[in-house]
């Protein structure tokens, strides 16, 4: 026996991955696409004014934002197909 989804669910579970891919993605700006510039010239870390030691794997944080992006527009299609 199947059960199928609501077409509520789909929306609501494309709201949270696309929460969470916001939240990553503004991960990945502050922690590595802001200071690229910086990271690329030290060949290795940045320390930023705030003291924070930055390094190229900042570029780490795009790759959930990327996943959760994904889950998110295949539920939002989902969604819009019910």
Do not use: K, Q
């Amino acid at each position: 026996m199947t059960t199928r989804r609501s077409a509520s669910s789909f929306a609501i579970a494309g709201g949270v991955h696309l929460a969470l891919a916001g939240l990553f993605v503004w991960l990945f700006y502050e922690r590595y696409w802001r200071w690229r510039e910086c990271i690329d010239e030290a060949l290795s870390s940045c320390v930023a004014p705030d003291g924070d030691n930055l390094t190229a794997g900042g570029l780490f944080w795009s790759l959930p934002a990327t996943i959760f992006l994904l889950f998110a527009l295949r539920n939002l299609y989902r969604w819009r197909r019910r």
